[in-house]
């Protein structure tokens, strides 16, 4: 691979991280060709991208964004490194993760998780990948708000119709017994 060669994947991995607000970092060594190409495919059915980089390659990619992410490179860049990218859900590639690994028996561990960039959080080791599977996204945070907001309001209507319907019982009784 020639220098030029290596600043173009560079460039490129520098731009899709930075418009990629979630990427974990798997170690998919022991793998044949054959199971490398089928958790690509899982990945690409749930909408996510996985690629194999160089350790070098993601290291100076990583230096060229914001932020400081040496303590992140130097944890999780060893040995051979795959990133899964995803746009919109966090905790969907650490579901992925899990999913493929049971599909291949209950004793699997690859892809090994290595890390994992979320929004501006930091997540190294294989113990966090349970935790980070658990998270809710943005979407299912959203979602619980507006019910949370939406409840209180329906329980008003709600008593305030059925509050409605006994007083209306109650006169309607008294006015029989009057009339008797």
């Known amino acids: 691979m020639t220098r030029e060669e290596k600043l173009q994947i560079i460039e490129s991995l520098t731009e899709k991280l930075k418009e990629t607000p979630y990427f974990y970092i798997t170690d998919a060594s022991g793998f044949s060709v054959a199971q490398v190409n089928a958790f690509r495919r899982v990945c690409f059915e749930k909408g996510l991208e996985y690629k194999v980089y160089k350790n070098t390659l993601i290291a100076k990619a990583l230096d060229n964004l914001e932020g400081d992410y040496k303590d992140f490179a130097d944890q999780t860049l060893k040995g051979f490194s795959g990133i899964m990218f995803s746009k919109e859900i966090g905790n969907l590639p650490a579901k992925v993760l899990l999913d493929f690994r049971k599909k291949l028996g209950k004793k699997e561990t690859r892809p090994v998780f290595k890390g994992a960039y979320i929004d501006t959080d930091v997540f190294v080791g294989e113990a966090n990948l349970e935790l980070l599977s658990n ?14 907001l939406q409840s209180p309001a329906k329980n008003l209507v709600s008593a305030l119709q059925s509050g409605q319907n006994n007083i209306t019982g109650v006169l309607k009784t008294l006015a029989d017994r009057e009339e008797k």
């Open 135 to 148: 998270l809710k996204s943005k979407q299912e945070l959203l979602g619980d708000l507006i019910g949370l």
